[in-house]
Structure formats: C-alpha cells, structure tokens
Nanobody
C-alpha cells in the first residue's frame, strides 16, 4: 500500500519561498514517477510539476522558472521548492505517485496518478 504524506505548507508573503516535501512509504520510492498538483475551491486539480523515476522533470507554464521539483531516493521524498510566490499560487498542494513501469511517459494529468497524499495548504498574501 502506497502512502504519501505532504508537509511544508503555510502562509507566506508574495515574493517569498516555501519548500514542500512528500514522503512515500509502503513501496520502493525509486520505482515511482512523482507529481505535484494544486487545487483551489471550485476549480479542477491542476498539474504543477512532475519528476520521473530517472530524474527528468516537467512544469506547468505558470510555475516555470519559479518552482523546482527534486527527489531524494535515499529519503523516499520528493520536494517542491517554490520561489517568487504569487497570490495566484494559493491552493491546496497534493503529492501524487505512479508506478514507472506502468507509465512510459511522465504523466501530467490527475488520471495518470493512482496514489495521492492528503494535501497541504499554501497561502500567499499580497
């Protein structure tokens, strides 16, 4: 059973930074592609960033140049470093995982990830 636990959310002023963490347990972390999504009330959950098993990454256009996704296989953890935060980045951020052997390409949609964390709130004040 894959379990994902996010941490690192909080309240920050515009222009500030936060680093989110997501720890995977129950399976071999290095076997999974990992993703970060976010959701605001009334809107669909949207892709933010993803990192493949091999370390390749993809980003939503809205966060390119500001956010960086990384993974530490020794710690079974994926990170999302968020810099130059804007009020529009306010959302609940979710970590997601999919077995790499079942996904030849890093997914960028919610349907590509069967495993999800509980979410962590990020609020950016103007």
């Amino acid at each position: 059973q894959v379990q994902l636990v996010e941490s690192g959310g909080g309240l920050v002023q515009a222009g500030g930074s936060l680093r989110l963490s997501c720890a995977l347990s129950g399976r071999t972390f290095s076997s999974y592609h990992m993703g970060w999504f976010r959701q605001v009330p009334g809107k669909e959950r949207e892709f933010v960033a993803g990192i493949s098993r091999s370390g390749g990454s993809r980003y939503a256009d809205s966060v390119k140049g500001r956010f960086t996704i990384s993974r530490d296989n020794a710690k079974n953890t994926v990170y999302l470093q968020m810099n130059s935060l804007k009020p529009d980045d306010t959302a609940v951020y979710y970590c997601a995982a999919t077995l790499a052997s079942l996904a030849s390409v890093l997914p960028t949609t919610t349907g590509g990830y069967p495993y999800w964390g509980q979410g962590t709130q990020v609020t950016v004040n103007s």
